[in-house]
């Protein structure tokens, strides 16, 4: 086979996956937005997370990570249907095995996650030259320090002593 004969083939290929793409795409429609729902994944992706994120602000102990992590679930929650889509989309890549080595340079598991690739990855994410992924930076950060500081069991760690009297 000759290389023009090879670059045509591969361009005959793509077209036709492209053009199946587009005909289901028609025929299904767009996807029925529905709410999120931390899955175990993300919730292994979370529990790597969060202690890194939250850095020493976040006791130790499981009980104080789960409920982090319940609060972010939460927060998601709280959010309209076409932001937790985008939120279970950024889940969903950090899930997908060669995204997560690719993009996140996690080559073990959430669960075997090295809490220094994990840091990593998040400082790379912050100052990424990629808007996309300082976005995804920034979406982890918001939820997981707001769901975090949301929290009044978290307050006496920062000494806010909570709502003024007069305002609640």
Do not use: N
Request: charged share 20%.
């Amino acid at each position: 086979m000759r290389r023009r004969s090879f670059f045509k083939l591969g361009l005959l290929g793509a077209c036709t996956v492209a053009a199946g793409g587009a005909v289901y795409r028609l025929a299904r429609g767009p996807a029925p937005l529905r709410r999120f729902e931390l899955d175990g994944e993300a919730r292994a992706a979370l529990a790597a997370i969060v202690p890194a994120m939250l850095g020493g602000a976040l006791p130790p102990g499981a009980a104080a990570l789960a409920r982090a992590i319940d609060g972010v679930r939460t927060a998601i929650h709280g959010l309209p249907l076409v932001q937790q889509g985008e939120v279970r989309d950024l889940f969903g890549l950090l899930a997908l095995a060669p995204a997560r080595r690719f993009v996140a340079g996690v080559t073990a598991g959430w669960r075997d996650a090295d809490p220094r690739q994990v840091a990593a990855f998040l400082q790379d994410w912050r100052f990424h030259r990629f808007a996309t992924l300082q976005t995804a930076y920034l979406a982890l950060h918001d939820l997981i320090l707001g769901a975090w500081y949301a929290d009044s069991a978290s307050w006496a760690a920062i000494g806010y002593p909570g709502p003024l009297p007069e305002l609640s």
